[in-house]
């Protein structure tokens, strides 16, 4: 795919202006109000003060639809309908019988730095999101524009302090970014200005670990903006960045039914797919497993075509390695392997071949491996159904809650479930037990094992990963006292 060419639609419904006028209308304020070529341009990137130009930005319009923009209050609207969060327990009826995630309010494992305690004003928007893990084993954070409200309505001073907020829990580890640009409206905006201090703030710290970023249904204000700052971003940053102009050339990379993509991003899709008729297609066929496949496929198939071996192999290979040679390496988890390299492997996998780790050379291939693995299960290690009781549990008193996450665990989980958790959650207290070479301690793991033990039907707000994170920590902790068979 051309990453350097977005897919640009001017003749679809929209106010949107186009490309050459806008840099012709660039031009000419440049001209009048002193922001002429690269040199003035690089003055104001570097943070000068707009005021001394006296430039006006164009009224450009970015959604591509002509729909008007909704406010605030169409937005919460819009979430009881489609929520971006989970509402609550899911009744026999299939409805939501109450908002639970407000009853439990912060999850213990969070402190009083909360992003959703200190910007709960900004959060409430659900413009950030956390969706867990991408094919490759790292962190995916979803930006949604359409989420944006009204200027008026938004302080983008503390929009910014919050994404960098929510940016710095995740930055030390390799993480994914994807952008939604659908929804992006002259009224919903942020200002030139605004755009160039988050470039700034962005440093080398945000972009060092920033392995992709995916722009989606990109139009000729994401065109113009790349004309506009392409001269201040580097090589190695610009091969990050990656156009999708459809859903499914996203779901290539990442697994889309575990991303939070907001039901507007969803139906212009639809839009763009009905209207120009991309070749290839998307499908919903699936081809068969094959006979020994690890990867996408339920436990008791692996189970079936393993000999009745609980463990499935990949996770068995992958611990036996990283507990020979990874337990010393810092760090170990935190960063992403080779694509190509996990690719192979995970065919090699698939194929029912064993993988000789040793001879790769990459201790952190392992690793990712065994992320990608539980990531890619079709049903999460501690099963949807058990996600609602699990995350109430959490709120209880800690001898309490001992006592009902052992109940779970033994009554409830099935039993090839609980002796996979089981194995690799003892692998992960020996991690800890060397925590003051790897640098990996209770939390850092949890943080990087907790969206794929378990996630929801529903995606997730960042609250509700907060819990999820806090019941692997406390999984961890407690380990001899909740694995007891």
């Given at each position: 795919?051309?990453?350097?060419?977005?897919?640009?639609r001017?003749?679809?419904?929209?106010?949107?202006?186009?490309?050459?006028?806008?840099?012709?209308?660039?031009?000419?304020?440049?001209?009048?109000?002193?922001?002429?070529?690269?040199?003035e341009?690089?003055?104001?990137?570097?943070?000068?003060?707009?005021?001394?130009?006296?430039?006006?930005?164009?009224?450009?319009?970015?959604?591509?639809?002509?729909?008007?923009l909704?406010?605030?209050?169409?937005?919460?609207?819009?979430?009881?309908?489609?929520?971006?969060?989970?509402?609550?327990?899911?009744?026999?009826?299939?409805?939501?019988?109450?908002?639970?995630?407000?009853?439990?309010?912060?999850?213990?494992?969070?402190?009083?730095?909360?992003p959703?305690?200190?910007?709960?004003d900004?959060?409430?928007?659900?413009?950030?999101?956390?969706?867990?893990?991408?094919?490759?084993?790292?962190?995916v954070?979803?930006?949604?524009?359409?989420?944006?409200?009204?200027?008026?309505?938004?302080?983008?001073?503390?929009?910014?302090?919050?994404?960098?907020?929510?940016?710095?829990?995740?930055?030390?580890?390799?993480?994914?970014?994807?952008?939604?640009?659908?929804?992006?409206?002259?009224?919903?905006?942020?200002?030139?200005?605004?755009?160039?201090?988050?470039?700034n703030?962005f440093?080398?710290?945000?972009?060092?670990?920033?392995?992709?970023?995916?722009?989606?249904?990109?139009?000729?204000?994401?065109?113009?903006?790349?004309?506009?700052f392409?001269?201040?971003?580097?090589?190695?940053?610009?091969?990050?960045?990656?156009?999708?102009?459809?859903?499914?050339?996203?779901?290539?990379?990442?697994?889309?039914?575990?991303?939070?993509?907001?039901?507007?991003?969803?139906?212009?899709?639809?839009?763009?797919?009905?209207?120009?008729?991309?070749?290839?297609?998307?499908?919903?066929?699936?081809?068969?497993?094959?006979?020994?496949?690890?990867?996408?496929?339920?436990?008791?198939?692996?189970?079936?075509?393993?000999?009745?071996?609980?463990?499935?192999?990949?996770?068995?290979?992958?611990?036996?390695?990283?507990?020979?040679?990874?337990?010393?390496?810092?760090g170990?988890?935190?960063?992403?392997?080779?694509?190509?390299?996990l690719?192979?492997?995970?065919?090699?996998?698939?194929?029912?071949?064993?993988?000789?780790?040793?001879?790769?050379?990459?201790?952190?291939?392992?690793?990712?491996?065994?992320?990608?693995?539980?990531?890619?299960?079709?049903?999460?290690?501690?099963?949807?159904?058990?996600?609602?009781?699990?995350?109430?549990?959490?709120?209880?008193?800690?001898?309490?809650?001992?006592?009902?996450?052992?109940?779970?665990?033994?009554?409830?989980?099935?039993?090839?479930?609980?002796?996979?958790?089981?194995?690799?959650?003892?692998?992960?207290?020996?991690?800890?037990?060397?925590?003051?070479?790897?640098?990996?301690?209770?939390?850092?793991?949890?943080?990087?094992?907790?969206?794929?033990?378990?996630?929801?039907?529903?995606?997730?707000?960042?609250?509700?990963v907060?819990y999820?994170?806090?019941?692997?920590?406390?999984?961890?902790r407690?380990?001899?006292?909740?694995?007891?068979?």
């Amino acid at each position: 795919m051309d990453v350097s060419k977005p897919d640009v639609r001017p003749d679809e419904p929209n106010t949107d202006l186009g490309i050459d006028a806008a840099e012709a209308h660039i031009k000419s304020v440049s001209i009048s109000e002193g922001l002429p070529g690269q040199t003035e341009r690089a003055r104001f990137m570097k943070g000068e003060s707009i005021g001394d130009y006296k430039w006006e930005e164009p009224d450009l319009e970015y959604d591509e639809t002509g729909v008007d923009l909704a406010s605030g209050e169409e937005l919460a609207r819009e979430e009881q309908d489609h929520p971006f969060h989970r509402g609550g327990a899911i009744t026999p009826e299939g409805l939501i019988d109450e908002d639970f995630e407000e009853e439990l309010g912060s999850p213990a494992f969070e402190d009083e730095n909360d992003p959703d305690f200190l910007y709960r004003d900004i959060a409430k928007f659900g413009i950030v999101q956390l969706a867990g893990d991408d094919t490759l084993g790292r962190k995916v954070i979803v930006v949604s524009a359409c989420r944006l409200p009204l200027r008026e309505e938004l302080d983008h001073q503390r929009l910014l302090k919050y994404l960098k907020h929510t940016l710095d829990q995740y930055v030390e580890n390799d993480y994914t970014l994807v952008y939604f640009h659908h929804g992006l409206n002259s009224r919903n905006k942020p200002s030139f200005g605004w755009m160039r201090q988050a470039y700034n703030e962005f440093d080398r710290k945000y972009k060092k670990n920033l392995k992709a970023l995916y722009l989606v249904h990109p139009t000729n204000f994401i065109k113009l903006m790349w004309n506009i700052f392409r001269p201040i971003i580097s090589a190695k940053f610009g091969r990050k960045i990656m156009y999708m102009n459809y859903l499914h050339e996203l779901a290539q990379h990442l697994q889309l039914d575990q991303i939070i993509v907001p039901q507007r991003v969803r139906e212009y899709d639809a839009f763009l797919l009905t209207k120009n008729k991309p070749t290839p297609v998307p499908t919903s066929i699936t081809h068969a497993p094959l006979p020994r496949q690890q990867f996408g496929v339920e436990l008791k198939y692996i189970k079936l075509h393993n000999d009745g071996e609980i463990i499935p192999p990949v996770v068995r290979q992958c611990i036996d390695y990283l507990r020979e040679h990874g337990m010393q390496t810092e760090g170990i988890f935190r960063r992403s392997a080779n694509a190509n390299d996990l690719r192979r492997v995970q065919k090699t996998f698939n194929e029912g071949a064993p993988e000789n780790f040793s001879k790769l050379g990459d201790v952190h291939l392992p690793a990712a491996i065994l992320k990608s693995f539980l990531r890619q299960l079709p049903e999460p290690l501690l099963t949807y159904d058990l996600y609602d009781h699990i995350i109430r549990v959490q709120t209880l008193p800690e001898e309490d809650r001992v006592k009902e996450m052992r109940r779970i665990m033994v009554e409830e989980l099935a039993e090839d479930n609980y002796f996979i958790l089981k194995y690799i959650l003892h692998f992960l207290t020996e991690v800890v037990a060397n925590s003051d070479r790897n640098k990996m301690n209770e939390q850092n793991l949890a943080i990087v094992f907790g969206p794929n033990l378990m996630w929801s039907k529903n995606q997730a707000s960042l609250v509700s990963v907060g819990y999820v994170n806090a019941c692997t920590l406390f999984m961890i902790r407690r380990y001899r006292d909740l694995f007891v068979k």
